[in-house]
């Protein structure tokens, strides 16, 4: 009797493939750390600092334990705290409001463009202007450059210079992608990303990294992630965290940097045969002129609803969706009490409703490809 098989899932992000691409290279790497056991701080978290700062051009680079602990970090650095207003974008991953919260100041919440998912500039001024109405002093904007592509960096520089704020960018989604020819890490005071290892440049645990050309912004940030430690081991001169980089993750992220320029390259092909395939049944994500994106996701925008019974009709067919984000910060219990912008966030509320991303990652064949296109167009015919 003939069976009929299934064919197994394409996966949503493969983690496995880059592994087994890099093999050996990775054992060698952990094998190191094993060897000299300098397990925190050790030396190939120096080396992963210098390759950061050489790829991006930013001229120092602070390795951290994770994406939330870099935002945390220069907040703390730059005396963020209570009465104090910082500016986010409501439709992201909580980390970006949570750290303002948990600096002691405010987040407000502003809108997002409806084509480029990242913030909005018109809703920017606003948040502005609604954190003076409720007595808080605007200290800081932090842009998030979301799913891969870099926010208005020009805009925002703007606004932020006119308001005497300063500039704290969110590249936890986005690091190797450029803004009008620059590699994110080079705008605004700083720049955090995250290496989480669904990322594109992630490592196998939790890390992160910020990025300056600040001199003294850097030598504080270095005390943070120490306990806030001085020039004497147990003179700490400020309040800090545990917040250093694991060896054996930045033994790790060095030999995935080496091979992330193909892999972006890889995403981006994906991106544009899904673009061809789809942009006419869906409202496919468009990069704006002049940027590049690292597509840590590929998110569409569903035409008429239905996105419950689109998801169920993928996963039947192999092909997993998930979605980002179902509830924008400002409609989360953790964050409801927070304020927002004049005028509301229409726009973040209705991509809450209606996107969904589709599996992206380097090493998705064009068979895999193929498969998510057809699921794509059969759910929506």
């Known amino acids: 009797m003939n069976q009929h098989l299934r064919s197994e899932p394409v996966a949503f992000i493969d983690i496995g493939a880059q592994r087994r691409r890099l093999g050996t290279k990775i054992d060698d790497a952990v094998a190191r750390v094993l060897t000299h056991c300098q397990f925190i701080n050790g030396p190939e978290v120096t080396q992963l600092e210098a390759d950061l700062a050489a ?67 018109a809703s920017l001024k606003a948040g502005i202007a609604t954190a003076k109405k409720l007595g808080l002093k605007p200290k800081a904007i ?30 936890a989604q986005s690091f190797g992608a450029t803004y009008k020819g620059r590699r994110l890490g080079t705008f605004g005071l700083a720049t955090a990303t995250s290496f989480f290892p669904a990322k594109p440049l992630g490592c196998f645990g939790d890390g992160g990294a910020i990025f300056t050309d600040d001199a003294a912004l850097a030598e504080r940030l270095r005390s943070i992630r120490v306990h806030g430690q001085g020039t004497e081991k147990y003179d700490n001169v400020r309040l800090g965290l545990t917040a250093r980089l694991d060896t054996m993750q930045a033994a790790i992220l060095i030999e995935k940097l080496k091979i992330f320029d193909d892999e972006i390259e890889a995403r981006n092909k ?67 009490h927070y304020p927002t912008a004049e005028g509301g966030l229409p726009v973040s509320e209705k991509l809450s409703e209606d996107v969904i991303s589709l599996p992206m990652h380097a090493y998705l064949d064009q068979a895999a490809q193929d498969r998510v296109i057809k699921a794509v167009r059969e759910a929506l015919s």
């Not at 994500?285 to 925008?301: C, E, F, K, L, M």
């Open 55 to 121: 790829y991006c051009g930013a001229k120092h680079v602070v390795a951290c334990a994770s994406g939330t602990d870099a935002l945390l970090m220069v907040l703390m650095a730059q005396g963020v705290g209570p009465g104090d207003a910082v500016i986010c974008p409501s439709f992201t991953f909580c980390a970006t409001g949570e750290v303002v919260a948990l600096a002691g100041a405010t987040p407000v919440f502003v809108d997002v463009d409806e084509t480029t998912f990242n913030i909005n500039i």
């Open 142 to 171: 932090v842009p998030v450059d979301l799913f891969g592509q870099s926010a208005d960096h020009d805009a925002i520089a703007e606004v932020a210079k006119s308001e005497g704020l300063f500039v704290l960018d969110d590249a």
């Open 270 to 336: 994906v991106a544009s045969r899904y673009f061809d395939a789809l942009h006419n049944i869906v409202t496919p994500p468009r990069v704006a002129d002049g940027n590049t994106s690292v597509w840590a996701q590929y998110t569409i925008r569903l035409p008429r609803g239905g996105r419950d019974a689109f998801a169920e009709g993928l996963k039947a067919q192999g092909v997993p969706t998930a979605i980002y984000y179902p509830k924008s910060m400002h409609q989360q219990t953790a964050y409801k």
